[in-house]
């Protein structure tokens, strides 16, 4: 029984490995360019407009100019493969084994690729280069002058195009797709240039040709240019109308789009509100919030969601009362148990940042052995460090705040008075750190951790509250 568990064992072992192998992708090649020393592969951003945190997949630094790395993906992905100059959009796939060469330098770099389904490889290429070719609307002097240019663009991006596809192999999924990519980014282009001409009168022809490439193709959410131009034509002015109100873009979304490409489109509606911070916009929002909850989407819009609406309902407004009334904390100091309000009126008039930890979590204790320079930081500013302990087993959280000499300023939670803070916070999982300002009102519910690879991070966000 023994030998055959250690067999069975051994084959669970040896597919994983052979899995692994099969989502791998093996990049190598080499820059012209010493200076241009860092080769990246990292993913877009669901939702391009707004700063969000960016996933490297690999990144390598090289002095002579030559690399050799790999990551894992378990399916095809379109991915950013950027160099210190420049970024191209390349769909991978799992299993791939590619190899690359840059010519030139700065912005004047080129970007081959060789080997097996390469012509694949080097159409993304050229797809990318046309693209970030388009014209600027500001050096033009209207729309008009914009759009003319752009009819230009448009057509010698498509005969570069049927060019390279006439004299290389590939299928014609692929074909359609880098066309639809083009047109879809000439449609971006037109809207997003009424952004830029404020109150310019529209020309009488200026959205015939951007008319004629429909949102019905939810496959193409896959594409940057097709979100963007979703962005631009729904959202950004919701067509030709500067100042609708966010009641009447969710209608125009709502009666004007289907299927995977509204429910994108509702999503960016709720984010792009949110970040406005408008007070008068709250009713509809939380409508708007709601809807989307009801469609049960997945983590990754959920996830965007969810930062948003924390963003608008949270950030900015003081704990609610019921939270800083019910949650009960220990003081180490003394070991009186005291609310979450109580506490708060300790440090009145001061910002706070709050360290939640456990005296079992290695990685807390391990920034909390990194955060000095942090705490010295954050006293100079006037902003208090709280430490809010996790602990069931009082006497280890004891132990180790003295282990760890941070007994100053230090607090248990008490388990059984605290979920209500806890589910307000959504805690699922420590470290975890939060900041308020002077007068406890919430500004960070995600802070930066206390260590120096968040110093500048988190250096930014102190300074606005001493500002």
Request: charged share 25%; glycine share 4%; with cysteine.
């Amino acid at each position: 029984m023994v030998r055959f568990i250690f067999f069975f064992t051994v084959i669970l072992i040896g597919l994983s490995g052979s899995l692994k192998a099969q989502q791998q992708v093996k990049i190598s090649g080499s820059t012209e360019d010493l200076k241009d020393n860092n080769i990246s592969v990292r993913r877009l951003p669901e939702f391009v407009i707004h700063a969000q945190k960016i996933i490297y997949l690999a990144t390598q630094s090289s002095k002579n100019g030559v690399f050799d790395f790999s990551f894992i993906i378990k399916k095809s992905e379109l991915l950013v493969f950027g160099a210190v100059y420049k970024n191209w959009f390349i769909h991978f796939k799992p299993g791939d084994s590619v190899s690359f060469k840059i010519t030139g330098t700065a912005r004047e770099q080129q970007l081959v690729f060789s080997g097996k389904d390469e012509a694949r490889y080097n159409l993304d290429v050229l797809v990318s280069d046309v693209s970030q070719s388009t014209p600027y609307y500001p050096k033009y002097n209207n729309l008009i002058d914009y759009k003319g240019a752009l009819d230009t663009w448009k057509r010698t991006s498509e005969m570069k195009l049927q060019t390279y596809l006439t004299d290389h192999l590939v299928d014609k999924a692929t074909a359609d797709l880098a066309k639809s990519k083009l047109s879809y980014r000439y449609v971006q282009l037109i809207y997003s240039g009424l952004v830029y001409s404020k109150n310019e009168v529209i020309p009488a022809n200026y959205f015939t040709e951007a008319a004629s490439y429909p949102f019905t193709r939810d496959e193409l959410l896959l594409t940057m240019e097709y979100r963007n131009a979703v962005y631009y034509k729904y959202i950004a002015r919701n067509g030709t109308n500067q100042a609708s109100d966010l009641e009447t873009i969710y209608q125009g979304i709502q009666s004007s789009l289907k299927g995977k490409t509204r429910q994108y489109a509702l999503t960016y509606l709720a984010g792009e509100y949110a970040l406005k911070e408008s007070t008068g916009d709250s009713r509809m929002l939380r409508k708007l919030f709601d809807h989307l909850y009801e469609k049960k989407p997945d983590s990754l819009y959920l996830s965007y969601l969810k930062d948003n609406e924390m963003r608008y309902f949270i950030v900015g407004k003081p704990l609610p009362d019921t939270i800083l009334i019910k949650t009960l904390l220990t003081s180490y100091s003394d070991d009186k148990v005291i609310s979450l309000g109580q506490l708060l009126d300790v440090y009145k008039g001061k910002a706070v940042y709050i360290d939640m930890w456990a005296s079992w979590c290695a990685p807390c204790r391990d920034d909390i052995s990194k955060s000095s320079d942090t705490k010295k930081m954050l006293g100079e500013k006037d902003v208090s460090y709280l430490y809010f302990s996790t602990d069931a087993d009082e006497r280890a959280w004891k132990k180790a705040s003295e282990q760890d000499r941070i007994t100053a300023d230090q607090y248990l939670l008490k388990a059984d008075n605290s979920k209500l803070f806890k589910t307000f916070i959504e805690l699922s999982g420590i470290p975890r750190y939060l900041i308020l300002d002077k007068d406890h009102h919430v500004v960070n519910l995600f802070a930066p951790r206390p260590v120096p690879d968040y110093a500048e991070e988190l250096g930014k966000i102190v300074s606005k509250l001493s500002k």
